[in-house]
């Protein structure tokens, strides 16, 4: 394990506390898995929000909020064909722990356990396992296989946000194959249903998605006013996850304007923010797009060690690795510099 990362995240108190008390009580745990854990189990994550605001909006929810801050690997047991929130809970965040790790098998064999095995599901904690299985097989097996299941799955949905739900994350797929015309079709069918059902956390994540599309589509100034949107709408709900996003997106619109220092400015209140949350995708994404930002500002070598430090975080879909990849490529040659030669091929 890399102890400048072990060092790093151990020190935030968050997760200092509980890591002591786990030594005091001499229980045995493995300290990655531990730290990955409680990453996403931290308040204000895209994770717990994402979860939280979906529990909430079942109609026999007996709670808002779920507190998974103290939740452990699951066991054998967890399987037990009873309901129980916590259980519920636990296993949907080891999921998402294990994806972000690349570990997809892991994740689609507890989705399908919950699936088969588990009686008593709410409406949205079905979604989110469904939508959670659909995702990694996305990562395992396709993206043409994941857009199948979707297709199956919207003939049988259990409501509108579950609809909602399938055709974002559709909409997401079919922007990473380029396909952006129907990308775009999709987006605003989800955008629907989340603004009409006030599920913030979904409508800023999909207002970002949408951002991400058009600038892939050089539809800048669009690209601009959808990051824009997630911004103001992580203001008003609070939502500290969609905020560092936004600011990373919006990084690149400002620094390819030549505004460099403002560009730099978002990215280090991003980066504050991630580290809080302890989102390691998050920071991949900043280290990344400081070091488009750099390639703007005339340093080739800073941004060279940004994009390898930005590689040096897990990440679950080898298309992002490679998108990036060729987006740095292109800018950098876009200066007149060659690659180094340990670049020529993605890292």
Not at 50 to 60: Q, V
Not at 126 to 135: A, F, K, W
Request: hydrophobic share 35%; proline share 3%.
């Amino acid at each position: 394990m890399d102890m400048d990362y072990f060092f790093k995240h151990i020190s935030s108190p968050n997760v200092l506390i509980p890591f002591l008390r786990k030594i005091r009580e001499g229980a045995p745990f493995d300290i990655p898995e531990y730290l990955g854990l409680r990453s996403s189990s931290l308040p204000g994550s895209r994770f717990t929000s994402i979860l939280n605001e979906m529990r909430s909006r079942d109609e026999d929810s007996d709670t808002n909020s779920l507190d998974l801050s103290s939740l452990k690997i699951h066991d054998e047991g967890d399987f037990d064909d009873v309901y129980d929130l916590d259980r519920i809970g636990r296993l949907l965040l080891e999921c998402d722990r294990l994806r972000r790790q690349g570990k997809i098998d892991e994740a689609l064999s507890i989705y399908e356990s919950l699936l088969e095995k588990c009686s008593g599901l709410r409406t949205n904690e079905y979604l989110m396992v469904e939508t959670g299985l659909i995702q990694s097989i996305r990562y395992k097996e396709g993206p043409r296989e994941a857009l199948e299941r979707i297709d199956s799955s919207l003939n049988q949905a259990l409501n509108s946000v579950h609809k909602g739900q399938l055709r974002r994350i559709k909409a997401d797929i079919l922007s990473d194959l380029g396909e952006f015309e129907e990308a775009e079709r999709f987006y605003i069918k989800a955008l629907g249903t989340f603004r009409s059902g006030n599920y913030p956390n979904l409508l800023a994540l999909t207002f970002n998605n949408m951002g991400v599309m058009y600038f892939r589509m050089e539809r800048l100034e669009e690209a601009e006013k959808y990051w824009k949107k997630t911004r103001g709408l992580s203001l008003r709900e609070n939502l500290p996850w969609a905020r560092a996003l936004s600011l990373t997106n919006l990084s690149d619109l400002y620094a390819l304007n030549g505004r460099i220092r403002s560009a730099r400015r978002m990215l280090k209140e991003a980066l504050t923010i991630f580290e809080r949350l302890g989102d390691l995708e998050g920071q991949s994404g900043v280290h990344f797009n400081l070091s488009l930002v750099l390639i703007e500002a005339g340093k080739r070598e800073l941004a060279v060690k940004y994009f390898l430090r930005s590689a040096e975080f897990p990440m679950r879909y080898s298309l992002k690795r490679k998108e990036r990849y060729e987006v740095f490529r292109e800018r950098f040659e876009k200066m007149g510099w060659f690659l180094p030669f340990h670049l020529n091929t993605p890292p």
